[in-house]
């Protein structure tokens, strides 16, 4: 079955760091192109960032230089280190994936909450 | 950037009527988009790929139409399942953008 498990979220103090994790099962993720996707509170959804699976890498400009992407291929797990948190940061964060042909995301993981709060 | 304008961001309907949501590009995106359905708490669901093709699994009541920078959802009869939040997505940049959504509502 094909599955994507995130975790690491919680609640962290603004200027903080947090890596999230995105465990997949039953595909290849070095072979994939993998998103980061989240949604504040009552907000709509916001693409975060995309690895390829040759690699290249693309962030939004609200996080750019701020987050990194990158992928270990050994544990088939996506992650998203977030550095110099911001409140605005605060969002429930998704993996996603397309497969085969269909590009457009068709796998999401459950989600996991990002609090920036003192 | 290119930037996608859904509408309307709600609207009020019964079930059995026919239910339509639209996006616009601010570019050309050639058939480059994707409509999600998403309920409170979840992850959102993948409806319709490459503006008309209909995700596997997904009823026929959902289809997609258009091309360029104009594109419909439409939900032919509306099923209780169906009050949710819509969302359109362009695929075609190498980071996409989601339009900003539209709930639909019970009348």
Wanted: with cysteine; proline share 4%; net charge positive.
């Amino acid at each position: 079955e094909v599955q994507l498990v995130e975790t690491g979220g919680g609640l962290i103090q603004p200027g903080g760091s947090l890596r999230l994790s995105c465990a997949a099962s039953g595909f290849t993720v070095s072979s994939n192109y993998m998103s980061w996707v989240r949604q504040a509170p009552g907000k709509g959804l916001e693409w975060v960032s995309v690895i390829y699976s040759g690699g290249s890498t693309y962030y939004a400009d609200s996080v750019k230089g701020r987050f990194t992407i990158s992928r270990d291929n050994s544990k088939n797990t996506l992650y998203l280190q977030m550095n110099s948190l911001r409140a605005e940061d605060t969002a429930v964060y998704y993996c996603a994936t397309g497969l085969g042909t269909v590009v457009t995301p068709s796998v999401w993981g459950q989600g996991t909450l990002v609090t920036v709060s003192s | 950037a290119i930037q996608m304008t859904q509408s309307p961001s709600s609207l009020s309907a019964s079930v059995g009527d026919r239910v339509t949501i639209t996006c616009r590009a601010s570019q050309g995106i050639r058939n480059d988009l994707g409509w999600y359905q998403q309920k409170p708490g979840k992850a959102p669901k993948l409806l319709i790929y490459a503006a008309s093709s209909l995700q596997s699994g997904v009823p026929s009541r959902f289809s997609g139409s258009g091309s360029g920078t104009d594109f419909t959802l439409t939900i032919s009869s509306l099923q209780p399942e169906d009050f949710a939040t819509y969302y359109c997505l362009q695929d075609y940049n190498y980071l996409g953008t989601f339009g900003q959504g539209t709930k639909v509502e019970i009348k």
